[in-house]
């Protein structure tokens, strides 16, 4: 069987991020799978998480994002209350033509996130 997993590459800040990820989403699964990498199951999606020991000079960029689709206003501000704490706000969290609530953010990691409401017709 052929499998595709998101993998995400970190320098020394794998541990401080899943604290965090752990802070906004309560339910999220983290197993050890060797030196330096984590499997993390968050929100149904399996994420492989990579510490690496070699700095490079690259970083995450906004071209790639979780997009997490929430159930209540109040979780997604939650969520998106921890995520952004040290931050940056890409999209600001308001109502858009496409979500009754949206924002997408990089936590202080540098990974991108998109948190939204779906549209009402389509709960």
Known sequence: MIAA????????????????????????LVEPQ????????????????FDSPTPHDFTFTPAISLLITCDSAAQ???????LSEGGQAFMPLD????????TWIADRFGVSWQLMLPPKEAR
Do not use: E, H
């Open 5 to 28: 997993t998101p993998q995400l590459m970190f320098q020394g800040a794998m541990a401080d991020a899943v604290a965090l990820w752990s802070r906004a989403f309560p339910d999220m």
């Open 34 to 49: 060797g030196q330096d990498y984590l499997r993390v199951t968050l929100a149904g999606q399996v994420l492989m998480l």
């Open 76 to 82: 997604l501000d939650g969520i998106a209350q921890i």
């Open 95 to 102: 109502a858009y033509s496409f979500s009754p609530r949206y």
